[in-house]
T-cell receptor, first 117, second 112 residues
Framework: DAGVIQSPRHEVTEMGQEVTLRCKPI?????LFWYRQTMMRGLELLIY????????DSGMPEDRFSAKMPNASFSTLKIQPSEPRDSAVYFC???????????????FGEGSRLTVL | GIQVEQSPPDLILQEGANSTLRCNFS?????LQWFHQNPWGQLINLFY???GTKQNGRLSATTVATERYSLLYISSSQTTDSGVYFC??????????????FGEGTQLTVNP
């Protein structure tokens, strides 16, 4: 399997521009997660989906952030308008339950490094 | 929510040394994983280990679920082991919204 695939790997944009990050989860995985990592706040969960349905978006910072999962093999995280404080590495991850009632073994993509000037 | 504490926060070793990283958690779990974030930022899944012991080369992990801790052992450390090691746990069960909670990580530096 190719693993979790994210694009773009690097994005540099100016404040106020729209940013769209993309993710293709591992085939067959039921869960998809979006995380953000910064030096100040560490690894934060933004939102996650189960079978394409958003389950918990309480980590989404504000209305400028939105995420969609139109089908089992694709998700987007959009920031509009972007601000310098959004600069971070955004990770997508996917998993499938392993036996018991849990979200299963998590696998990360390589991340999208966003810089907002 | 569940609390995850990792220790030590920082660790510096000479190449060839052994080390033990610890993860304590505040509630029963049915999902526990160890991840390595290398200096290039990649987050790599090391072990899925809600209980018991597993080994993969120079790395091994043990989770004692009843006592709410897990240990990650690194033997004969190499410079490529440098990076941050994260422990993540999940209560699981039928609780809606269950998902992994990450510790703050252990920053490991292995010097040649």
């Amino acid at each position: 399997d190719a693993g979790v695939i994210q694009s773009p790997r690097h994005e540099v944009t100016e404040m106020g521009q729209e940013v769209t990050l993309r993710c293709k989860p591992i085939s067959g995985h039921d869960y998809l997660f979006w995380y953000r990592q910064t030096m100040m706040r560490g690894l934060e969960l933004l939102i996650y989906f189960n079978n394409n349905v958003p389950i918990d978006d309480s980590g989404m910072p504000e209305d400028r952030f939105s995420a969609k999962m139109p089908n089992a093999s694709f998700s987007t995280l959009k920031i509009q308008p972007s601000e310098p404080r959004d600069s971070a590495v955004y990770f997508c991850a996917s998993s499938s339950p392993s036996g018991g009632w849990n979200t299963g073994e998590l696998f990360f993509g390589e991340g999208s490094r966003l810089t907002v000037l | 929510g569940i609390q995850v504490e990792q220790s030590p926060p920082d660790l510096i070793l000479q190449e060839g040394a052994n080390s033990t990283l610890r993860c304590n958690f505040s509630d029963s779990v049915n999902n526990l994983q160890w991840f390595h974030q290398n200096p290039w930022g990649q987050l790599i899944n090391l072990f899925y280990i809600p209980s018991g012991t597993k080994q993969n080369g120079r790395l091994s992990a043990t989770t004692v679920a009843t006592e709410r801790y897990s240990l990650l052992y690194i033997s004969s450390s190499q410079t490529t082991d440098s990076g941050v090691y994260f422990c993540a746990v999940e209560r699981g069960g039928e609780t809606s919204g269950s998902r992994l909670t990450f510790g703050e990580g252990t920053q490991l530096t292995v010097n040649p």
